[in-house]
């Protein structure tokens, strides 16, 4: 499957995934909402009762005797033959009872005491009754007419029109049914979504983690195709960059073989030569894969001492200006002249990059050697030429194992060959020595490749702590 289909694939799924948990948070938040307006309708109406209560007990302790006594009768219309049929009435009768309990109460205070309902007391009652069930609300209470009008209220936002304020339903204060109490609760999201909070954190959570799950397999998937074709370039490369001196190797073989060369041992001489060359060169490939994994593995073993960098710089000089097929200049600029490392691979990392410089670069190449102790004991080696240059895009990974810029493609079009190993292999090395490597380039200007090793006390250091 391609990757713009697994991406589309992932899209659809996380849209899908949105949606599913979008119905549920609405359907969720529904529920909240009316399990909200119910409960908080049952505590208005108690929050009523309680106030009637109040302005009794207030009356009394203004004009009434002390042991006084008040007596109310009222008459229901539907007939209650006897308890039991009181205890398996419906909801409507239950309801419709309580009413007229109410009503009558209300009327009773109003034509005894003379006091009407104290919305702001109201207020604070509903308020307290509220907070007992963990519902922490702005209130206001108003009294209305039949249609709706509001009368009085004990807040003037009561009185806005077009407000989404969360209203219980009207309770009747009188049986002509002319007056009526209604309480709003006037930040009703906060309350809903008080009581959704934790289900909003564990939405947030599912949904950060579907997400981070979906996009980590796409970035494994996207990485496993990656090596796929690391894979096929890396098989091409070492197909290509064997085949050469094996079929050199084979060559010079059946040649001394035949015997052909016994009179000439000038030409013998230097097929034995060739012969050799091509097997060193195919066992540094081998030993460079080995080592590759040591180093990854933290199973290699350095044996560092001061090194002299211009004797090691020297002996690679002479070998590729024999190996050579262009013109090549070195300038020297050792300021430095040793170097706290393994001599082996000092030299084979330098040698990688004086190797890359002649590959990556025109008809011909000017490679510098630069070298400086800096103030607090790092000693940087710099190899630096005036080839083709690292474009900026990939910079960041060419230092990957198997990674060229468009390996295979310059491989199949006859450009330079390689592992892609090179680069690879001195950043595995800089850090077996605790030290570091860094590029600075510009595409068809130049490339400085600087090795960075820290002073030798602190490879001590480094090595007590191990």
Request: hydrophobic share 40%; net charge negative; proline share 3%.
């Amino acid at each position: 499957m391609k990757m713009k289909h697994i991406r589309w694939i992932a899209v659809v799924g996380l849209i899908a995934i949105v949606e599913l948990q979008y119905v549920w948070l609405v359907n969720t938040y529904k529920l909240t909402r009316e399990n909200v307006m119910r409960q908080s309708h049952e505590l208005f109406k108690d929050a009523a009762l309680q106030e009637t209560f109040c302005r009794m007990s207030l009356w009394k302790q203004l004009y009434g005797k002390k042991d006084s006594t008040y007596t109310y009768q009222f008459k229901l219309e539907e007939e209650v033959e006897d308890s039991d049929t009181l205890q398996s009435s419906t909801p409507e009768t239950r309801e419709f009872i309580e009413s007229a309990v109410f009503i009558a109460l209300q009327e009773g205070v109003l034509n005894t005491f003379k006091m009407d309902v104290s919305l702001h007391r109201l207020d604070s009652i509903y308020t307290h009754l509220l907070d007992s069930v963990g519902i922490s609300a702005k209130v206001s209470t108003c009294m209305t007419d039949s249609l709706g009008n509001v009368l009085r209220a004990s807040s003037p936002q009561a009185k806005l029109e077009g407000q989404q304020y969360l209203k219980t339903q009207p309770i009747a204060l009188d049986m002509a049914h002319t007056r009526y109490l209604q309480g709003m609760i006037l930040n009703p999201y906060w309350v809903i979504f008080q009581r959704m909070t934790l289900l909003l954190i564990a939405t947030v959570l599912i949904m950060a983690l579907v997400i981070i799950c979906i996009v980590y397999q796409i970035r494994v998937i996207i990485r496993q195709d990656k090596i796929a074709k690391v894979r096929e370039d890396f098989s091409y490369a070492m197909i290509h960059d064997m085949k050469t001196p094996l079929s050199s190797i084979l060559m010079g073989t059946e040649i001394l073989e035949s015997g052909r060369l016994d009179g000439q041992p000038e030409k013998k001489e230097r097929y034995f030569r060739i012969v050799k060359e091509e097997g060193e060169h195919l066992l540094a490939l081998t030993n460079k894969v080995l080592t590759l994994s040591k180093l990854e593995n933290h199973a290699l073993k350095l044996e560092q001492t001061d090194c002299l960098l211009r004797p090691i710089l020297e002996d690679l000089v002479e070998k590729y200006k024999a190996k050579a097929t262009k013109p090549v200049t070195f300038v020297w600029h050792l300021q430095e002249e040793t170097v706290w490392a393994d001599e082996e691979f000092l030299k084979e990392a330098l040698s990688n990059l004086i190797d890359n410089a002649l590959k990556y670069s025109g008809e011909s190449v000017e490679i510098s050697f630069l070298s400086e102790r800096k103030a607090d004991g790092t000693v940087c080696v710099t190899v630096a030429d005036n080839g083709f240059g690292i474009p900026l895009k990939d910079q960041r990974k060419i230092f990957e194992k198997y990674e060229r810029a468009e390996a295979s493609v310059r491989s199949r079009s006859g450009g330079a060959p390689g592992f892609g190993l090179g680069l690879n292999y001195v950043l595995r090395i800089m850090e077996a020595h605790g030290g570091r490597v860094t590029l600075e380039s510009m595409e068809s200007e130049y490339s400085r490749f600087t090795l960075v090793f820290p002073p030798e006390s602190a490879m001590d250091d480094k090595k007590e702590e191990q």
